[in-house]
């Protein structure tokens, strides 16, 4: 019970307190403790990293072991996992070899996953965009406003869509955005002191 | 099915055809739009104009390959900019990825006579988000013991001049959102608020949104927001690169959308079921006239 529930609250405690003591006040001995718990911050998430990955090898050699071999996604993860591992650590990440792996595998297969959004997105709004009612009305043309607005061709054949697009997203966006904003904030402050003062229990793994 | 039910219908693949080649083609062979410079882009400009020459800035390549098409060329932009002012650079990344942008990026301050490690430095990858941000904010050298070469960063010239965040006259992150790495509301805190250091940022355009705020509120002094920025940004420097022939693919693509928006509510409108399906609007109020139990 110590272990697990008292002592993780009692460093959550003294870290979370000295750190807020720390970015308010220039108290030399606080600060030197505060930068101390950050720099253990940046180690501890490294080991996080670490972790992630052992956890992501346990899970797909658990998929192929489940379908006896015929899992190739978790395979070719695996394999491409394992051959990343070894240039970046055994080459360097200045290698030509990571730099392959960087320039012609990454790159092109990140940008190609996000491209696609070109087209779901295209389709989604071609059958969602429907002038049903008043509310979908206003969203199909703030829309299509703002999709125009955004471009040089929009420019040359709906000039107003500009002025109309900055006001749109500096007027009518900014409103609802920072209304978002200090809702999430004080949101944040609440949870994060239910977190320094333990009554957060997920945190601390439990219920 | 009449022509005004199928417009409300039509194949998706259609539409997937047509948008690859509303984008390949204009990259193919550019159509050359002109484009306008907006007020956002012109102030980041005149921002980054007036900061004292010789200074040191930092920047943070927080983006993944995905973002690179509409960060990337912001970030190239910015360094001719910075180049041509003689202010030096520190790069530094919260997503692994970061290191190598930074490197392709920071390449083109060679082209000005820039010096690794005296003039520029890649410090690379940290993990860890907003509290390691926070603590190079601190101490630089605390975080960073080696550089994304392997070089001891204390003894860099560049970084014997650093000793907090508020020794940079401008930090300027290319971020694509908090998942993973640091968001552009961490920099807010931990260098605008912490140091009172300026920011400016370059975002995806999906972020831009979000970020209008700061904006707005002068913790930021100038957002980047997507290809269009990086486009505009080229126009302002005179060296036109991927961000001006991306945005004739760009415009085409947003056009077709809206050509297709356009045509399925022309569609919804005309269309006349023998069913009796209600045109537009809610049951109680059929839109088309007579439309209900036809």
Redesign the interface.
């Known amino acids: 019970m110590f272990a697990k529930r008292t002592l993780p609250t009692i460093i959550a405690f003294v870290c979370g307190i000295t750190v807020v003591i720390a970015y308010f006040f220039n108290i030399p001995a606080i600060q030197s403790l505060a930068q101390g718990i950050l720099r253990w911050q940046a180690v501890i998430a490294v080991f996080a990293l670490g972790l992630g990955a052992v956890n992501i090898i346990r899970v797909h050699v658990n998929n192929i072991r489940r379908s006896q071999g015929t899992n190739i996604y978790s395979l070719a993860l695996l394999i491409t996992f394992v051959i990343t591992i070894f240039v970046g650590v055994f080459l360097g990440q200045n290698s030509n070899a990571y730099k392959f792996i960087f320039d012609y595998i990454n790159v092109p297969t990140g940008s190609a996953i996000f491209s696609l959004l070109a087209f779901y997105i295209g389709t989604a709004a071609y059958r969602a965009f429907r002038a049903k009612n008043v509310e979908a009305a206003i969203l199909l043309i703030t829309g299509c406003i703002v999709m125009l607005g955004r471009v040089p061709i929009g420019a040359k054949i709906l000039p107003v869509s500009v002025p109309l697009t900055n006001w749109i997203m500096s007027v009518l966006n900014v409103g609802g955005q920072r209304g978002v904003m200090i809702a999430g904030a004080i949101g944040f402050i609440a949870v994060s002191l239910r977190i320094i003062v333990g009554l957060e229990r997920r945190s601390y793994g439990g219920e | 099915m009449d022509i005004f039910e199928k417009l409300?219908d039509?194949d998706?693949r259609v539409?997937?055809l047509l948008?690859a080649l509303a984008?390949a083609i204009p990259i193919i062979r550019p159509i050359g739009?002109?484009?306008?410079v907006?007020?956002p882009v012109k102030r980041t400009y005149d921002f980054v104009e007036s900061l004292p020459n010789g200074s040191i800035v930092v920047m943070g390549f927080d983006y993944?390959?995905?973002?690179?098409?509409d960060l990337s060329p912001i970030a190239q932009a910015i360094l001719h900019q910075l180049a041509r002012k003689n202010i030096r650079v520190v790069a530094l990344a919260s997503f692994p990825?970061g290191?190598?942008f930074a490197e392709e990026c920071l390449a083109v301050l060679e082209e000005y006579g820039y010096e690794y490690g005296k003039d520029y430095i890649n410090l690379g990858h940290?993990?860890?988000?907003e509290?390691?941000l926070?603590?190079f904010a601190?101490?630089p050298t605390?975080?960073f013991v080696r550089d994304?070469?392997?070089n001891d960063v204390a003894s860099l010239p560049l970084m014997q001049e650093i000793s907090s965040m508020k020794d940079f006259s401008m930090a300027m992150t290319l971020n694509d959102g908090p998942t993973g790495g640091t968001g552009t509301h961490e920099w807010v805190r931990q260098a605008v608020m912490?140091h009172n250091v300026p920011l400016i940022m370059g975002v995806t355009?999906v972020l831009?949104?979000?970020n209008?705020?700061y904006v707005?509120s002068g913790q930021c002094k100038g957002i980047l927001a997507?290809l269009?920025a990086a486009a505009e940004y080229e126009q302002l420097i005179d060296r036109k690169g991927i961000g001006t022939t991306g945005?004739?693919a760009?415009?085409?693509?947003?056009?077709?959308?809206?050509i297709?928006?356009?045509?399925?509510?022309i569609g919804?409108?005309l269309s006349k079921k023998p069913s009796g399906r209600p045109g537009?609007?809610?049951p109680s109020r059929p839109a088309v006239p007579g439309g209900e139990g036809k």
Do not use: C, K
């Open positions: 409300q039509l998706r539409f997937y948008m984008i739009l002109p484009i306008d907006t007020d993944e390959p995905g973002d690179e098409i990825a290191p190598t940290y993990a860890g988000g509290p390691t926070a603590a601190n101490n605390s975080i994304w070469l392997g912490a355009g831009a949104a979000s209008e705020t707005q997507g269009r945005m004739d760009q415009s085409m693509a947003h056009m077709l959308i809206v297709f928006v356009v045509l399925g509510n919804m409108f537009p609007g809610s």
